[in-house]
């Protein structure tokens, strides 16, 4: 399968450059495009949470996706090259236009995906030995760490806030806890910690 990936960040730009773009390239090397992905959404925003991550998902070998170029993928290094590494081990190939690359199953690319996941290794356990350098010298400075003993979040920054007036309503209708927690996609848990600490007079 071959796939057209447009991105655009904000509802004043547009799609029809990009697509345009793709077309001209496909029909220049004979080829055809199977489905087109395309999304209003800042190239900062995590790629799992997008479009492109359920593309990602079901990509394999073989598949090709197109772009006009990298930066359609993400807007940080360490994304694009999560996203790419990704590709290669699921053996979908990626072409950008105005860049160039062209990444798939050729020992280039396998050299790339190396320096990739070598990349991405590092840059975690750099975030790990910064977190615990921080955190070993709050403790040598005296300062508690961790939220205050008997602190909770503001109930409006709760991920389930938004759904108050559907939880007490499924819950007068009868639903089970784990029924609810299923429909709203988090653990039976974390919707009873939430029922008890900010609808207490529910009785459950």
């Not at 004979?30 to 209003?40: A, K, M």
């Not at 790629?47 to 394999?60: C, D, E, I």
């Not at 053996?91 to 062209?102: A, E, P």
């Not at 005296?142 to 499924?170: C, F, N, Q």
């Amino acid at each position: 399968m071959l796939y057209g990936y447009i991105r655009v960040s904000s509802d004043r730009q547009t799609v029809e450059n990009q697509r345009f773009e793709i077309e001209q390239f496909c029909e220049k090397q004979g080829l055809h495009i199977d489905g087109w992905i395309e999304e209003t959404v800042s190239g900062t925003r995590p790629f799992t949470k997008r479009q492109l991550g359920k593309l990602l998902q079901r990509v394999g070998k073989g598949d090709l996706i197109i772009c006009s170029e990298l930066s359609r993928l993400g807007r940080s290094l360490y994304m694009i090259m999560e996203i790419l590494s990704l590709c290669m081990k699921r053996g979908c190939s990626v072409w950008t236009i105005k860049d160039g690359y062209r990444l798939g199953d050729d020992i280039q690319s396998k050299v790339l995906a190396f320096a990739f996941g070598l990349s991405a290794e590092i840059e975690r356990n750099l975030i790990s030995q910064r977190t615990r350098e921080a955190l070993a010298r709050l403790k040598a400075e005296g300062k508690p760490l961790g939220r205050p003993v008997g602190s909770k979040t503001r109930k409006e920054a709760h991920a389930l806030y938004r759904h108050d007036a559907y939880i007490r309503r499924a819950l007068a209708q009868g639903v089970s806890l784990c029924e609810l927690a299923r429909r709203l996609h988090c653990s039976r848990n974390t919707l009873k910690r939430y029922i008890a600490a900010y609808m207490p007079d529910l009785k459950r």
